[in-house]
Every structure is written in structure tokens, then in C-alpha cells.
């Protein structure tokens, strides 16, 4: 059963930094493709930031660029976001996802809220 609990939910104050992760099991991490997606209130889901098996090379959205990096522990088959800078426009609650790039079957975690507030 695949599972993704993500941890690291907190509020915290405008330019302040703070790194969530999302701790995997009943797949075979190393051959998927791991992700964050966040979603605000009244708002689609959109993507932050992917980061693909082996050679971790990653891909922002463009709102995170240069703020937030992603990265993996195929060892302990987790995934990271760090997140710096933060603006009260990255509130939202953030998602971890798995997808599986032979067929793009996506799993998801419950979310993880991230409130940006001074």
C-alpha cells in the first residue's frame, strides 16, 4: 500500500525559511518521480517542484525559482522541500506526490499546511 506522510507544517514569518518532508513507503522509491504541489483556498493545485529518480535533476514552478529547492534520500526514500524567502502568497496547503513515469499513476499525501504570516 503506498503511502506519503508529509511533515513540516508550520507557520511562519514572511522571509523565513522552513523545509518539509514526505517519508515514502509501499513503492519502489528510487524508480519514481517525487514531488511538491501546493494549493491555497480558491485556487488550483499547482506544481512547486519535481525531482526525478536517479540523476535528481529538478523542475520549479516558476513563483519558486531561486527560493525553494527540492531534494531526495533514495536511502530513506524521502523527499525534501526546502523552502527560503517565504511570502505570504506561498500559504497553502502543500502535497506530496509520487507518479510513476511508465504510466504517470499518481499518489498523493494528506498535505501538509505552510501559513506565511507576520
Known amino acids: 500500500q503506498v503511502q506519503l506522510v508529509e511533515s513540516g507544517r508550520g507557520l511562519v514569518q514572511p522571509g523565513g525559511s522552513l523545509r518539509l518532508s514526505c517519508a515514502a513507503s509501499?513503492?519502489?522509491?528510487?524508480?519514481?518521480?517525487m514531488g511538491w504541489y501546493r494549493q491555497a483556498p480558491g485556487k488550483e493545485r499547482e506544481l512547486v517542484a519535481k525531482i526525478i529518480p536517479i540523476s535528481s535533476v529538478a523542475d520549479y514552478g516558476e513563483s519558486v525559482k531561486g527560493r525553494f529547492t527540492i531534494s531526495r534520500d533514495n536511502a530513506k526514500n524521502t523527499v525534501y522541500l526546502q523552502m527560503n524567502s517565504l511570502k505570504p502568497e506561498d500559504t497553502a496547503l502543500y502535497y506530496c506526490?509520487?507518479?510513476?513515469?511508465?504510466?504517470?499513476?499518481?499518489?498523493w499525501g494528506q498535505g501538509t499546511q505552510v501559513t506565511v504570516s507576520s
Open positions: 509501499g513503492f519502489t522509491f528510487n524508480k519514481y518521480h
Open positions: 506526490n509520487a507518479r510513476r513515469p511508465w504510466d504517470s499513476i499518481n499518489h
